[in-house]
């Protein structure tokens, strides 16, 4: 398929929706993802788009608002499946009566539905993770604070004081971005920075749940090296395919 083909179609599907999917733009037009990043790269560069992870989305110019980045709700259906099974094998690692940390995000709202009905004690900062369960059996703790609506979570002095009171057996921590060759975890936001920062501290194991979307991409802030965590666990992708030891992929 010719460039201005693809071009054609990447337009016409953000004309429509507003936000696209980089997979599925990738599996409809039967081209690699490494291309559409590619071509996302280049219109980002001409002002027609703008990237996002996992996708992208209409420029400001082009009327789409103040997007820098989506929501965490408009981002819970990028890469769903890929998600979901990250969620699903990081929740293995959790036995009864375990206290776990949850971090905000989509990656980590996908635990919900198998945790929901464990016994074990879960504390979170995010709206999201709660929204997701229909009447929990896990004792689950929410911490407040001052409330970020664009992350669906708590951030702020009052948050981190919470949580520093807890001890964790395990903490299960998102990410905007991961740099497989500085071996670097990335967030946007310094708030929510701080939280992963403690969480980590008070948990005996740390696990990192990463969508192949995120591969790659840098963010504003560095928080973590990502060979600080007992196992990063993510979906299977070609960028991966040399990752170190603790990388699983699933």
Do not use: W
């Amino acid at each position: 398929m010719l460039a201005s083909e693809r071009t054609r179609y990447i337009m016409s599907q953000l004309n429509k929706k507003g936000i696209i999917n980089l997979k599925d733009v990738a599996h409809d037009l039967e081209i690699s993802e490494a291309t559409v990043r590619r071509d996302f790269e280049k219109l980002e560069n001409e002002g027609r788009l703008k990237r996002v992870t996992g996708g992208a989305t209409l420029n400001d110019d082009n009327g789409a608002g103040n997007l820098v980045e989506l929501t965490v709700r408009s981002k819970k259906d990028i890469n769903f499946d890929g998600k979901l099974r990250v969620a699903k094998r990081a929740c293995e690692y959790i036995e009864e009566n375990d206290c776990v940390f949850i971090d905000g995000g989509t990656s980590t709202a996908a635990m919900a539905q198998f945790l929901e009905k464990r016994n074990i004690h879960i504390v979170t900062h995010s709206e999201l993770l709660i929204r997701s369960m229909t009447n929990p059996v896990a004792d689950i703790i929410l911490v407040g604070g001052s409330y970020l609506p664009h992350y669906s979570m708590s951030v702020g002095d009052l948050t981190q004081q919470m949580i520093r009171q807890f001890h964790f057996d395990k903490a299960f921590i998102s990410c905007t971005g991961a740099d497989i060759n500085d071996e670097t975890a990335f967030v946007n936001e310094l708030g929510t920075m701080t939280i992963k920062q403690i969480a980590m501290e008070n948990s005996d194991s740390n696990y990192l749940l990463l969508d192949s979307g995120k591969i790659n991409r840098r963010s504003l802030c560095k928080f973590s090296s990502l060979s600080s965590f007992e196992r990063v666990i993510c979906d299977d992708c070609l960028e991966l395919r040399s990752a170190p030891e603790y990388f699983e992929m699933v």
